[in-house]
């Protein structure tokens, strides 16, 4: 079966620290992996996919760097962290072919002081 | 760009009661409709998939729509139970790798 995982689940940072969330997917293979930010009281705001090993777009210009550097591991870096960073990571996934749904790991939950 | 909008935000029901959850949708060149579940601190939780060619997915008590042409998107749930109470989000993907969520709508389910 197909697992998703995330960590930390929980994360408290002062401000120009730097970060690393890392992800990583069980039970399939070059699947298309998202990092996700939702912020309180807003929607899911998409800040990188990638399709495959080192391929990275980029949906935000912000202070947020993403890599992927194995096939099922998806990291989401900072170098400094702004207090504007605070929010609810996720982590997803689309294993793509003819099964198009996407899949949510349990979360970061990041706040910056 | 596309913009996706869940009226309402929020919705309270007694229990048993049957709701419905809108979506809504500005660019209807869509490849599928994906109706979600997210529970206070945790992650979504995949109810429904609704390719562009279909009209209705069925799981259980859900019964998702989806008429592409006008942009709109609903998710039935009937007899509803306390433990149907979360957050519900829609998400549309065009052709190629992005997906566009809505804000979601609040569902609480009075015992």
């Known amino acids: 079966s197909q697992t998703i995982h995330q960590w930390p689940a929980t994360l408290v940072q002062p401000v120009g620290s730097p970060l690393s969330l890392e992800c990583t997917v069980e039970g399939t293979s070059n699947p298309n992996l998202y990092w996700y930010r939702q912020a309180a009281g807003r929607g899911l705001q998409l800040l990188f996919y990638?399709?495959?090993?080192?391929?990275i777009s980029s949906e935000v210009p912000q202070n947020l760097s993403a890599s992927r550097p194995q096939d099922r591991q998806f990291i989401l870096s900072s170098k400094k962290l702004l207090l504007s960073d605070s929010g609810f990571y996720l982590c997803?996934?689309?294993?793509?072919?003819?099964?198009?749904?996407?899949?949510f790991g349990p979360g970061t939950r990041l706040t910056v002081l | 760009k596309q913009e996706v909008t869940q009226i309402p935000a929020a919705l309270s029901v007694p229990e048993g009661e049957n709701l419905v959850l809108n979506c809504s949708f500005t660019d209807s060149a869509i490849y599928n409709l994906q109706w979600f579940r997210q529970d206070p601190g945790k992650g979504l939780t995949s109810l429904l998939l609704?390719?562009?060619?279909?009209r209705e997915q069925t799981s259980g008590r859900l019964n998702a729509s989806l008429d592409k042409s006008s942009g709109r998107s609903t998710l039935y749930i009937a007899a509803s139970q306390p433990g149907d109470s979360a957050t519900y989000l829609c998400?549309?993907?065009?052709?190629?790798?992005?997906?566009?969520f809505g804000t979601g709508t609040s569902l609480t389910v009075i015992p």
């Open positions: 997803a996934y689309r294993a793509g072919g003819s099964t198009d749904t996407q899949y």
């Open positions: 998400a549309v993907r065009p052709a190629g790798n992005q997906f566009y």
């Open positions: 609704i390719q562009s060619s279909q």
């Open positions: 990638s399709i495959g090993i080192g391929q």
